[in-house]
């Protein structure tokens, strides 16, 4: 009981503006200092710090800087080439591009809201210039970032590990079948939409060998870089933590050197916006240990999970009602806000329930981060709407396709387990 108020004291204090932060921060430490908990106040103050001694913790920094490091570096440029040459040829072919691109950005920016941004200013505007609706282009640049989340590096899934205990490596081979499988699925309903429109190719002809090897050429230094981290990740040379690191030293090489294009003043700029990231994400995860806390010391995991396995005992219901339960948040909270709440929770339950854990990361991911571009208060959605000045409306018209296709892969992710987990299941 005292643990559902504590949680609907969060959920309301995010609801009236109240940064994510304190609200958990608040609404956590609140447990401390009731009569009836008997714990020590100073109980508090070391959920916190114990949080901060965490080696998986290092990726989430890392990572941070690396996707901003990333910007300067020349690599993006060369991936918008490739993808441009690969797919130019299809029906609406700069809107393909924009999606194969987010399948190249997978392994660079880790974050789909960052991928959304980026694509909204370099192809968004270009999109509407050539006839594209704008709330076709914002819905289509949008959700196409959703593939961001499942392709490693995906800072979503480093937290879901941390927090869940869940390992982290499984998690970035498993993601790499969905975000094929959702780049296929948006890739077929751009080029049905394309068809019934009109929207033309960029070119006329399929694109030769030597083209797309010229291409690839090009970015092949930022088309290795994800291979790099799996290859390190499954023979043991790193861990997803030490990828980070090694992530960040080949990223100022080949910036610096190879391409050129990484200058020192670029880097500053790179080091300064990441510790704007880095201090509100980090604020996020450190309350968040006070909050877990309340949630495992109340039983809270052991009571859900007792009540599902005895209301549904077959794993595949319990997993499609947890789905719908995570979509419909997803709506309302952003994704890391999610993330940090509810796997604690949900991990437990449905382990019990013989669902694997990682199977169900990469759900909750999809789910979690796909509310983050849907109304009524998807950050993604207010990102590419503001650069390229679509009305909410039109974006929500627009995005219906999209957001069929993304939830007929849900669905097969949930109904074919293996299609996550051969991956994963063959390389480790």
């Not at 304190?22 to 916190?48: C, E, H, K, M, N």
Request: charged letters at 10%; aromatic letters at 10%; glycine letters at 10%.
């Amino acid at each position: 009981m005292i643990s559902g108020l504590i949680l609907i004291a969060a959920l309301l204090l995010i609801a009236i503006g109240m940064p994510v932060a304190f609200a958990i921060g608040i609404s956590g430490t609140a447990y401390f200092l009731l009569p009836s908990t008997f714990l020590p106040d100073s109980t508090a103050v070391q959920r916190i710090v114990a949080v901060s001694q965490s080696f998986p913790l290092l990726a989430v920094p890392l990572f941070i800087l690396l996707g901003n490091l990333m910007n300067g570096s020349g690599i993006t440029e060369r991936l918008i080439r490739l993808s441009t040459t690969l797919a130019g040829w299809m029906r609406g072919g700069l809107a393909q591009s924009s999606i194969l691109l987010s399948a190249l950005m997978g392994g660079v920016s880790g974050s789909a809201v960052a991928d959304a941004a980026m694509q909204a200013r370099v192809l968004g505007v270009p999109m509407v210039q050539r006839g594209y609706s704008p709330g076709f282009a914002g819905s289509l640049l949008s959700i196409g970032g959703l593939i961001t989340a499942t392709i490693p590096p995906s800072l979503g899934l480093i937290l879901y590990g941390y927090l869940g205990e869940v390992s982290i490596g499984r998690l970035f081979i498993a993601g790499i079948v969905p975000g094929v499988l959702l780049t296929v699925a948006l890739m077929a309903t751009t080029s049905a939409v394309a068809r019934r429109r009109g929207y033309v190719p960029e070119r006329e002809t399929l694109p030769t060998l030597a083209e797309v090897w010229r291409d690839f050429v090009g970015g092949f230094w930022a088309v290795l870089f994800p291979v790099w981290l799996l290859v390190g990740i499954r023979f043991g040379f790193f861990t997803p933590s030490e990828a980070g690191a090694f992530a960040i030293a080949y990223t100022l090489v080949i910036g610096m050197f190879v391409y050129r294009e990484l200058t020192p003043a670029k880097v500053l700029a790179a080091f300064r916006q990441t510790l704007t990231d880095i201090g509100m994400i980090m604020l996020i995860i450190l309350f968040s240990g006070t909050f877990g806390y309340v949630i495992t010391f109340e039983r809270v995991p052991q009571d859900i999970a007792e009540f599902a396995l005895t209301a549904m005992t077959n794993p595949t219901v319990l997993l499609f009602v947890v789905a719908g339960f995570l979509l419909v948040l997803g709506m309302l909270i952003e994704a890391t806000v999610l993330v940090m709440l509810l796997t604690p929770i949900l991990v437990p339950v449905i382990t019990a329930a013989g669902i694997d854990p990682v199977h169900f990361g990469l759900v909750m991911m999809t789910l979690v981060t796909f509310g983050g571009m849907t109304p009524p208060v998807g950050v993604s959605m207010f990102t590419v709407c503001g650069i390229l000045g679509c009305s909410y409306k039109d974006y929500t018209v627009e995005a219906l396709p999209f957001i069929g296709a993304v939830l007929l892969t849900v669905v097969v992710m949930i109904l074919f387990p293996q299609v996550v987990l051969f991956l994963p299941d063959w390389l480790m």
